[in-house]
Every structure is written in C-alpha cells, then in structure tokens.
C-alpha cells in the first residue's frame, strides 16, 4: 500500500486489507472497511461508513456511504449516499451515482447521472444519459434475468419502469412514470402505460 500522503482519519474504526492498494492524496474517512484485492487511485474521499471489496477506484472518485463489490469506477466519479453496486459494475468517467441506487451486471458511460432511489439490472447505459428519480429496470420475467439498453443522450424520466429486454435509442425521452415494453426509436418522446410515442424530437 502506498502510505505517501494518505490519510487515515480514524485508524481505530478503519480496516484495509493487505492486499489492497491506495494512492497518495487519497483520504480514508472513519468506518470505512476496504476488503480484497482492492485498488484505490490518487486524490479519492473514501468513506464515511463505506464497505469496497475487490474493486478498482480510480483517481479523483468520491464513495460517500456506500458499498462496492467486484466493480469499477473511472476516474472522477462519485457515489452515495446509500447506494450499492453489487457485482460486475462498471461506472465510466465522472459519473454521478446519488441516494439509494443499486445496480448488478452493469455498465453506465461517461458524464451520466443516476440521481435518486433507482434500480439498474443487466443493464447498459450509454454517455450523457439523465436517469429520472425512480427508475426500475424489470429485468427479472420470473424464468431469467433480460437486458436494458439505454443509449448516449438519453433522458428517463422520474418513475420510469423499463420491462427487459427493451432497448432506448439515442437521444429518446421517456415521460415520468412511463412503462416501457418495447423499444422506443432515436430521438423519439414515449408517455403513458404502456408507453406509447407521442412526438419526435
């Protein structure tokens, strides 16, 4: 571990594996647990009450109260409160991942938010997407987990229930609480239940 200008606020409520490594400038707040083969970039604010287990933080990341397992984060971006990525993640560069999301099996591109209270399963989301309070991937139909495609420039709206497998094409727009069932074309407004279109952009 690479102790040069690291700063470990609270040892006594703090535990980093052997195995892990942290870069200089990064600052480990208290109750922060690091486990496995984790590696931690420089200029990181790690913690409070954070649990990361055999992922890759790279430079300038924020995790506020989280927990990251078996994922990634590029560089720049940030997480929590309470939120949880919970295997096979990986988050682009300067990404903004807020309150209460989780998110399994999937991969966000650069510059995208994911504000409030979502669910992001088996899921791939592009650059430059806007993720509405609320959003749920239905990726589980009872037999097998489905996917989600949600392209670059897209806007979910809050509530938005995505019913896998469904694809958003680029620069669509969901209406808040919309359901969507099928693939919704570029460019293209859906609203209602089911989602229906109502304009082109």
Partial sequence: MDSDKLQII????????EEAEIGQGTVIYPNTTILGKTKIGKDCEIGPNVIIQDSEIADGCVVFASVVKNSK???????????HLRGDVEIGQ????GNYVEMVRTK???N??????TYLGDATVGENVNIGAGT???????????????EDGVFIGADTTLVAPVKVGKGAKTGAGAVVIENVS?????VGVPAVEKKKI
Avoid: Q, W
């Fill in 73 to 83: 984060m590029e560089k720049g971006s940030d997480i929590g409160p309470f939120s």
């Fill in 112 to 117: 995208t938010k994911v504000g409030h209270v």
């Fill in 94 to 97: 300067n990404v903004h991942i």
């Fill in 186 to 190: 570029e460019n293209t407004l859906v």
């Fill in 136 to 150: 749920i991937t239905a990726n589980y139909d009872g037999k097998s987990k489905n996917k989600t495609v949600i």
């Fill in 10 to 17: 609270d040892p006594k409520t703090t535990y980093i594996d």
């Fill in 108 to 110: 966000v591109g650069s």
